[in-house]
């Protein structure tokens, strides 16, 4: 019979894996992952810089169904635990704007590197490409069953991730293991996702980064909004800026209630009366076009897509002959242009999955069901998402360090 056996190599699950080792030997620990290798998704986190918490790190940034059950967590194991954690494998960090901690080398294979290594030298034995098909509690035990073989184990740890990014190893399987044992799912969807919108409005800027606020609005009402760098795609809208509050509009395209559009103002650090006194200004310029009357204020595509947007053409039309509603109108919609939202990329697109199994069914101190007492579960299996920057890592590595912490008590 095996002490621990962790389910899923990903962030949680090695994080989780090197707990246990410090804490009772790694000759007690199996980690099996149905991929080929560990921690495949952690390579891509902060597009390869590995965004590994946030300073910041409090229930004010998580999506649950329980915001205690998440304060719990977070309590035993806040982030200056998880600097000290990777700061203890080899990995230095560094605090960088909005809290976001980072590897001091701003390289997420590192990060995965030090927490394999650790693994390894700690004695856990790792099994890739072995899937688990279901666990069968019994006897104060559980089966783990695989493809290959079956282990008997007195605790094991269910770190199967989430549905997101199929092309990283994300799967919808992983929560069927649990739901056998009689948890419930929560609605599935995707979240830190792009936005889709009316794809004839943007085209022409495809490619372009700025610095922009978005808001999302539900029928005119203000449901998300978010100050980042955005990026024009030609499906719609992508960078931090849409992936913060793709969420909102992911969870729009699965309910199908209701109108969704997006305002972007495309320089939010410009007040609204300088920028109309700007555009008239730029209005009294003999010899100007509409084609380069925003040259200088915004990229040339963008300002030309915006001109268009404003209802002002053609672009070779005298700027002189503006009236000074149509420079008004100009300005509003550099402050406030408004896209018809289509839904969001996807699942396969999204970094986190919304949703999963219920809270109240796991005990926050311990990360322990309450229908299977020798399964635990951590990380993005649960119905527990955190916003963009850093806070869906720290709740791998909070809720990695609960259980294990639980977990080997009861072994000791």
Request: charged share 25%.
């Given at each position: 019979m095996r002490d621990i056996v962790i389910v899923g190599g990903g962030a949680a699950g090695l994080a989780a894996a090197v707990f246990c080792a410090r804490r009772v030997g790694g000759e007690r620990v199996l980690l099996l992952e149905k991929q080929a290798r560990v921690g495949k998704k952690l390579l891509a986190t902060g597009n390869g810089t590995c965004n590994l918490s946030n300073i910041h790190a409090d229930v004010s940034h998580y999506h649950t169904d329980d915001p205690s059950f998440v304060q719990t967590v977070l309590d035993g194991f806040p982030p200056q635990e998880a600097i000290r954690f990777f700061e203890s494998i080899g990995v230095r960090t560094v605090v960088r704007d909005n809290g976001r901690v980072y590897p001091l080398c701003a390289q997420a294979a590192a990060v995965l590197?030090?927490?394999?290594?650790?693994?390894?030298?700690?004695?856990?034995?790792?099994?890739?490409?072995?899937?688990?098909?279901?666990?069968?509690?019994?006897?104060?035990?559980?089966?783990?069953?695989?493809?290959?073989?079956?282990?008997?184990?007195?605790?094991?740890?269910?770190?199967?991730?989430?549905?997101?990014?199929?092309?990283?190893?994300?799967?919808?399987?992983?929560?069927?293991?649990?739901?056998?044992?009689?948890?419930?799912?929560?609605?599935?969807?995707?979240?830190?996702?792009?936005?889709?919108?009316?794809?004839?409005?943007?085209?022409?800027?495809?490619?372009?980064?700025?610095?922009?606020?978005?808001?999302?609005?539900?029928?005119?009402?203000?449901?998300?909004?978010?100050?980042e760098e955005l990026l024009f795609a030609d499906y719609g809208l992508s960078g931090p800026a849409a992936m913060q509050i793709g969420r909102v509009a992911a969870d729009w395209e699965r309910r199908k209630k209701g109108r969704l559009t997006v305002s972007i103002d495309l320089l939010p650090d410009v007040d609204a009366a300088d920028l109309k006194a700007d555009i008239r200004r730029r209005a009294t310029r003999a010899g100007r076009t509409l084609e380069t009357m925003l040259t200088g204020l915004l990229q040339k595509r963008l300002g030309q897509t915006v001109i268009k947007a404003a209802g002002l053409s053609p672009l070779s039309r005298e700027v002189t002959s503006l009236s000074t509603a149509e420079c008004d109108r100009l300005a509003e919609t550099i402050k406030c242009w408004v896209l018809e939202v289509t839904g969001s990329a996807g699942m396969n697109a999204a970094q986190v999955t919304a949703g999963g199994l219920q809270t109240a069914q796991f005990d926050p101190k311990t990360m322990q069901s309450r229908l299977a007492p020798s399964v635990y579960a951590v990380g993005e299996v649960l119905n527990v998402d955190g916003d963009c920057g850093g806070f869906n890592l720290q709740w791998a590595w909070a809720s990695a360090f609960t259980a294990a912490r639980a977990m080997t008590e009861e072994l000791v």
């Open positions: 590197d030090c927490l394999r290594e650790e693994a390894q030298m700690c004695g856990v034995e790792t099994r890739c490409d072995t899937a688990v098909t279901a666990l069968v509690p019994k006897n104060n035990a559980v089966t783990v069953v695989t493809e290959q073989e079956r282990f008997v184990a007195k605790r094991v740890l269910a770190a199967v991730g989430g549905a997101a990014s199929a092309s990283l190893g994300g799967s919808s399987e992983g929560y069927g293991l649990l739901t056998a044992l009689g948890h419930v799912k929560t609605p599935l969807f995707p979240a830190i996702v792009q936005i889709r919108t009316e794809r004839e409005a943007v085209k022409a800027v495809k490619g372009i980064r700025v610095d922009a606020a978005l808001t999302l609005a539900l029928d005119g009402r203000t449901v998300a909004s978010c100050k």
